[in-house]
T-cell receptor, first 112, second 113 residues
Framework: DGGITQSPKYLFRKEGQNVTLSCEQN?????MYWYRQDPGQGLRLIYY???????QKGDIAEGYSVSREKKESFPLTVTSAQKNPTAFYLC???????????FGPGTRLTVT | DAKTTQPNSMESNEEEPVHLPCNHS???????IHWYRQLPSQGPEYVIH???SNVNNRMASLAIAEDRKSSTLILHRATLRDAAVYYC??????????????FGKGTRLSVIA
């Protein structure tokens, strides 16, 4: 089955720790994205990547970092510099920006 | 970036049609209109998209105004499983380095049994 996997579904961390969220796709998509969603809000773009070894900041990149060493993988690191990291994180991929985006099931991160 | 305006929430009775409106008065001639929906605690899923003509698929229909400044997502018979947040989004037809899809707050659809 083709799709996007995110792990883990729920993640708990102490304040001050960096944490890396996994995103893998086997759809052979070039573009991948990370979004953040807070309760009752829409999705906000953190980072996106159009091709391997290249990525761009989205609207709220501060406190986050990404890498794109393989086409299939686009991990997101939430650093200790992110002031309010508790949120629902969604990864997506698409053939390119104009095409349908496929979303993963999301990771709910709680930092205390 | 061309923006969209949607009502915050709408309510429908089960088994009745639902018309979800979206205004996009600054749409450019090459922007696609996309609709996604997000069920509770899940990632969004694609519903439908169109450019100028009305579109139908197994999930919904998309009616696009002649001037393209507004569109309407039509669910022909709402079910309880259609309760979700529906997002109307514009995207360019050609990937020329533009930023990807921008998701607003969408419309929260409640379906009453």
């Amino acid at each position: 089955d083709g799709g996007i996997t995110q792990s883990p579904k729920y993640l708990f961390r102490k304040e001050g720790q960096n944490v890396t969220l996994s995103c893998e796709q086997n759809l052979n998509h070039d573009a991948m994205y990370w979004y953040r969603q807070d309760p009752g809000q829409g999705l906000r773009l953190i980072y996106y990547s159009q091709i391997v070894n290249d990525f761009q900041k989205g609207d709220i990149a501060e406190g986050y970092s990404v890498s794109r060493e393989k086409k299939e993988s686009f991990p997101l690191t939430v650093t200790s510099a992110q002031k309010n990291p508790t949120a629902f994180y969604l990864c997506a991929s698409s053939t390119d920006f104009s095409y349908e985006q496929y979303f993963g099931p999301g990771t709910r991160l709680t930092v205390t | 970036d061309a923006k969209t305006t949607q009502p915050n929430s709408m309510e429908s009775n089960e088994e009745e049609p639902v018309h979800l409106p979206c205004n996009h008065s600054t749409i450019s001639g090459t922007d696609y209109i996309h609709w996604y929906r997000q069920l509770p605690s899940q990632g969004p899923e694609y519903v439908i998209h169109g450019l100028t003509s009305n579109v139908n698929n197994r999930m919904a229909s998309l009616a696009i105004a002649e001037d393209r400044k507004s569109s309407t997502l039509i669910l022909h018979r709402a079910t309880l499983r259609d309760a979700a947040v529906y997002y109307c989004i514009l995207s360019p037809t050609v990937n020329s380095g533009n930023t990807p899809l921008v998701f607003g707050k969408g419309t929260r659809l409640s379906v009453i049994a």
